[in-house]
């Protein structure tokens, strides 16, 4: 048997030898190839981008309320403690230990280390306040309030 050269009956301008670069398919077996549609794709970036910086916004915005609401606690046990400081103390008070907050009969205000319910036999001479621990910053936090009293 002779080797013949082989012919390719299909015209040399409609083929290609390199298949897989070409932009359309070359055989009626080729995957489809269509071209994109621009304002889908776009369309899906946005929406994608809008639902992350969205959702980022959101956390920034739940971080600045955490702080506001610390910011506004910090500043109302400033007020207390310097409410606090004012009393009249008879005592140097320890870092994370309990003490009463009352109001004498001439609205002289007093620290004691006296809780409302120790008073015994002897009549409360003073009016309860509150009850509040000295924090290691110096200022007071409020354990227990008269609900008749605003600081």
Do not use: C
């Not at 489809?32 to 946005?46: E, H, M, V, Y």
């Not at 207390?80 to 994370?96: D, H, K, L, V």
């Not at 120790?118 to 509150?130: E, L, M, V």
């Amino acid at each position: 048997m002779e080797d013949k050269e082989f012919i390719n009956p299909i015209d040399p301008d409609k083929i290609t030898e390199n298949p897989h670069s070409l932009e359309y398919a070359h055989h009626a077996g080729s995957a489809l190839i269509k071209p994109d549609d621009q304002g889908k794709l776009k369309s899906r970036a946005l929406n994608a981008m809008e639902h992350q910086t969205d959702m980022q916004l959101n956390q920034i915005y739940e971080q600045m309320q955490l702080l506001a609401e610390q910011a506004k606690k910090l500043n109302t046990r400033k007020q207390i403690s310097e409410f606090i400081y004012q009393a009249e103390m008879r005592f140097e008070p320890f870092i994370n230990h309990i003490y009463h907050l009352y109001q004498r009969e001439n609205k002289a205000y007093v620290l004691s280390l006296v809780g409302p319910s120790q008073w015994g036999r002897t009549k409360q001479q003073f009016d309860f306040i509150a009850t509040v621990r000295l924090l290691a910053d110096h200022t007071w936090d409020v354990l227990e309030q008269n609900p008749e009293f605003e600081f």
